[in-house]
């Protein structure tokens, strides 16, 4: 299995706060990528990046920020949690972009 | 901008009898991937099959078998002699070359019959 590891695994939260989920990856990949997944839609991406400090947005980015400082590690951040954005949310990664990408476990965030 | 649809949000089958999963897509480019990523109850993402578009043979891999069709814009998946452990929500997905950014069609969740 691709070493990947999302924190936390479940979290609750109130509307307004922030909030960070981290995924770290130990296979030294350069594509890291942020989904979220609900009822009807499939997975969604929202940010992904191609390098350190290099990331762009994905289809679903309003309200969501991210930022990847070191090659393992990539964070996405709600500055201000809405209800809207309960959901699940994977990390994804790949060698390169035309590769398979291999999922995290996913985060449960729910925001009340 | 690429669409995938998959029609089917439900699908069951018979312990041991094949099944086909259906997906269409909608893309101007020449060069893509195609992919099935299966997620049982455990919620993990599982990538099953892969597939070039530039390849004619569709791909293999054990009991699952693709049927790409280019022309027609399909990627069917078939899963044969269906095992209980084949219960899950199948995702296919496509790729446009040179693009990183995947695109997931809605799901299909399949059930096994003992």
């Known amino acids: 299995d691709a070493g990947i590891t999302q924190s936390p695994r479940h979290k609750v939260t109130e509307t307004g706060t922030p909030v960070t989920l981290r995924c770290h990856q130990t296979?030294?990949?350069?594509?890291m990528y942020w989904y979220r997944q609900d009822p009807g839609h499939g997975l969604r991406l929202i940010h992904y990046s191609y390098g350190v400090k290099d990331t762009d947005k994905g289809e679903v980015s309003d309200g969501y920020s991210v930022s990847r400082s070191k090659t393992e590690d990539f964070l996405l951040t709600l500055e201000s949690a809405t209800s809207s954005q309960t959901s699940v949310y994977f990390c994804?990664?790949?060698?390169?972009?035309?590769?398979?990408?291999?999922f995290g476990d996913g985060t449960r965030l729910s925001i009340l | 901008a690429q669409t995938v649809t998959q029609s089917q949000p439900e699908m069951s089958v018979q312990e041991a009898e094949t099944v086909t999963l259906s997906c269409t897509y909608d893309t101007s480019e020449s060069d893509y991937y195609l992919f099935w990523y299966k997620q049982p109850p455990s919620r993990q993402m599982i990538l099953v099959i892969r597939q070039e578009a530039y390849k004619q043979q569709n791909a293999t891999e054990n009991r699952f078998s693709v049927n790409f069709q280019k022309a027609a814009k399909s990627f069917s998946l078939k899963i044969s002699d269906s095992q209980l452990g084949d219960a899950a929500m199948y995702f296919c997905a496509f790729l446009n070359f040179g693009n990183e950014k995947l695109t997931f069609g809605t799901g299909t969740r399949l059930t096994i019959i003992p």
């Open positions: 296979e030294n990949h350069r594509y």
């Open positions: 994804a990664i790949s060698g390169q972009g035309n590769q398979p990408q291999h």
